[in-house]
């Protein structure tokens, strides 16, 4: 999985960017409900601890949940993109509503959330599980393209929606392959984070430092390193 | 910090009710922004995940930005409650609209999201940072009481409140002396969460285990114990 | 129907408590419409105006539409609670979304605006009429039973709930054994109305006297006892 | 009060329209709280009953907390306005925004509920009480006037509002002076009602009979005659 | 279309009224879609701007879509009323909720962006397009007639609705026809918009001059007339 | 105007990329109210559909209320985006509450109705006019500059803000200038719709053509060359 965000990214990045695709150091394979979301959350927030180390220009956080999103923002002066919210914001420049094609029905209600709190919730007509489960998509083959296709079309009919978000930092490398074949925008969200951060940089706008996005308060941990 | 949560619920919980008070087995002394709320959320569903192990008629998270709430539900049959939420359903019981006074201003935002996500967004009518922060609550002495009284006066006046919610679990003390001086109901959010999970447990209301509360899928973890 | 929420309410309140339950002097036999409301309404104010002669602690009324609430909540000093508001809190603490099964069609609206009004708007998936008039769920055989089954069952498979919510006092008898058949937590208003009174009184808060639950003013009323 | 609506009902209907204003058998001489709204919505339903017996074109209900609107419109064939409903959609249709200036500050409440429920939340930029006594309307002198006049004032620069609504039945009489003060569109609500309300009969359209405004059920009343 | 429009206007005005159809000096023959409106809307203020030369006391820009209806109100003193905003007011008066039977589907969202900038988000349960193009509405024949009562049957059946808004000008000649044959409240937006109109002109109310609708400001245009 | 957006375009554009800035045929020379607008959008979506001779990658509407915005997509394969647009969407990637410093107050208007339509109604947390015309802004000399930065230190603080938003194109010049004043990310919109469009050009993503979007219906033209 990590291996396929890498070369999705590096596939987009401009030229002459340096990518550095980073695992948790702890926590779940895949991400299917909300206990493996809270660790998970946890796990990318301390790689963006140390983030600080090398001084990136732009992270992206490559899971459709964007765990640990608001944490990320606190702990770096980068802007800090996650996928959802990066596919959402891109889908909304092509089309007046999208579906979302996602995994397990149960995780819907995480997109779901993560559309309210963003205000996609007009634009977004639709959040659909496939039931594929996230470690299948690793490689995707012939039958798991279909009926994400499938999906995708059903979508694109009862919500009246002009462009697909896929919901799943997995589903990268089917992308253009199912823009193709729907003749609809679809849009990924590791690529639309990648281009996304790279305009911010760009545009030399970081995160706020002013407000709730300010560093960390240097504060004493217990069985973890904190923030300093 | 976590005696005197100990104090508040075992003040409250009907006869003959046994209260576990746990901590984290890691995470930060206080939780004064997104980035400590993070950590904070893992080592709660933690706890939730190893309390399996006696099976408790109902969990309370006692930090005001519930955090871990959802991935908590997952890991539990029984209720589990957040004390911020708690708060909220209690003052929306007893006055048309109500404010909260709360510790740092930049936590404010987190309170917010929870507002929202709740659908509390008419009711609470404000939400108000004194700056004190968490951990001089402990000792409440007269000067850090009088600070929230003002505030608390404040926003009653400005936001044409009726009641006034603590936002912090370290406020609990303060509650029944906080309301005899501002003459409207003051909730404490430790002390509605023990009643409201005791209300659950009397309907013999446990959490749904259809749909995305149900139990986490078995999964590996890496550097964690997982659910399993 | 006066009887069966009496049996529901001692069934569900904690030992020691008493439990007063007084029909309206005037008004419908069922509420199965906006006029029957209106009228409802105005007897149930009055049953709370001639209850300070005996100072409850806590007030339940006991109409899934919930009429007269905020009269109610003027004329009282102890905390007021509609079983359609109860309702709904319960559900959300231990579903992410839930469903109301309910009376009439007709009287769907009246349910909807509720949820409109708590601010469940999100939470509350859908409002399903079994269209079963409200007396004959005095006595709910197997057949009324059944259905109100099969309608709750769509109402989970459709809305995607976690949770059903009984629209009507009268469904309190079946509330137990519906959940026990459904797999999912199943609330009655008049039990958790019950239970969620009992919680406030033991946080020793009551209504609000600020604002606009403070006591009607002393005026003038024809044809009618007002508040003096 | 009911004299001074009759006055402008009449003042403002087409030539040849027949009005007739009639009060409540029962209830407070004036509305300024829920417990007022909740006995008079009831008293309102009883004269819109009983107005079957001449069977008017168009009902007008001059409270500006449009009691019992829903119930009365059950009750009748013809179309059925408040005169808070009235005004809100008037003022809508002549500035982007606009303030509403009530009596009594707790009564603001009732206008904030109807602003809500009927979709005006971003049209009606604030609801500002006078805290003059309903009953002190009647003869509405020259201090009375200045008081009015100078929180409309207000309102229009804190709210950048474009137009007035009038919160009370008893304001009317000072509508067209108020609007030559101010150089605003003032809008009285019961003589905005009475012209909506004869648009509708232009317009053939009656309150619909699908649906939750069907006329009420046949049904047993106690102590008070139904809609039989 | 204009013709028809013209008709619909005059057959609903009240005695005595003066009315002047005007068609725009440029634009598309119908309107079906955001190109075609956004050119429809240019021309609809030319025509206001040039309507100062004639005052009129009302102006109703007869398109379901109400193009330029925000400049339109600058150049005006008096009241200005689109008919897609009169016949949602017009339906919210006499139904819980309504559905809008329209022409192509793909101006849909047209309608969906009005309902939500106008606050009728909860009243408008479903906009339905029946594809029958605009300028075939002209001679709206027995066959075009079925298809609309199909689909206005479906959409109160689906949307749970208690009346019908026509969604487009070509379709006021058939609105009496639909309502008999219907049996709810059918409103065409040309006489809905015409009453209200009169009925502003009765009340005195204007455009207000304040804010955002004041006179446009002075200013230099090249290659059209501006304001001056 | 047209001069200093080009500028600002050409000094964010990637290497390579070649600007072409184009003024409207007709229209005002600065836009500063509804009717203005509606004229410009007419101006811009006929400068779209001529620039189907070049095929540009991606279109930019350099004017702060997006005019046209939803015409211009349906009459172009690649993508379009608005500078209101384009601020806000950078504005929320960065802060969790944006404030906006534009032109005249009376066009806050504008921009709010953009807000909510475009689901930034909860980041958006204040809309500040300066009152300066915008054809001032073309020299931006030190009075200028320190009253646009006194009304955003203002709004920071008010509105509780963690960035600012520039709501004219005019403003482009002060952009980096203000950053650095200000400690605080300032949004010019110019630069960030121009590297958005760039990203959906690497993400190979156009407009959708399918549903609202899809390309204008041929259709006969008066007074004006049509799609065709």
């Known amino acids: ?44 927030v301390e790689q963006v601890r140390d983030a600080r180390d090398w001084s990136p220009d732009g992270i992206v956080i490559a899971c459709f949940g964007d765990p640990g999103l608001d944490g990320a923002r606190e702990a770096s002066d980068a802007p800090v993109l996650g996928i959802a919210e990066a596919a959402f914001h891109a889908a909304s420049m092509v089309a007046t509503g999208f579906s979302v094609v996602t995994t397990m029905s149960r995780t819907c209600i995480i997109a779901e959330h993560l559309v309210q709190r963003y ?23 012939g039958e798991t393209f279909e009926q994400m296709v499938q999906v995708a079309e059903q979508a694109l009919e009862r919500d009246r929606s002009g462009a697909i978000v896929l919901g799943c930092a997995g589903m990268a490398s089917a992308c253009q392959t199912m823009q193709q074949r729907l003749g609809v925008p679809v849009i990924d969200g590791v690529a639309a984070a990648v281009t996304f951060a790279q305009a911010l940089a760009t545009l ?25």
Do not use: Q
């Open 1 to 44: 999985m990590t291996h396929s965000i890498d070369v999705a990214a590096r596939a987009i990045a401009a030229a002459g960017t340096e990518i550095r695709t980073v695992s948790g150091a702890f926590g779940p394979l895949s991400i299917e409900g909300h206990f493996d979301e809270v660790i998970a959350a946890a796990a990318v």
């Open 119 to 141: 205000g996609f919730g007009r634009a977004c007509r639709g959040i659909h599980g496939t039931d594929i489960p996230v470690l299948e998509l690793e490689d995707c083959n």
């Open 204 to 228: 030399k706008v970081g995160t706020s430092k002013r407000g709730d996005y300010a560093r960390p308060l240097p504060k004493a941990y217990v069985g973890w390193r904190g923030w300093d």
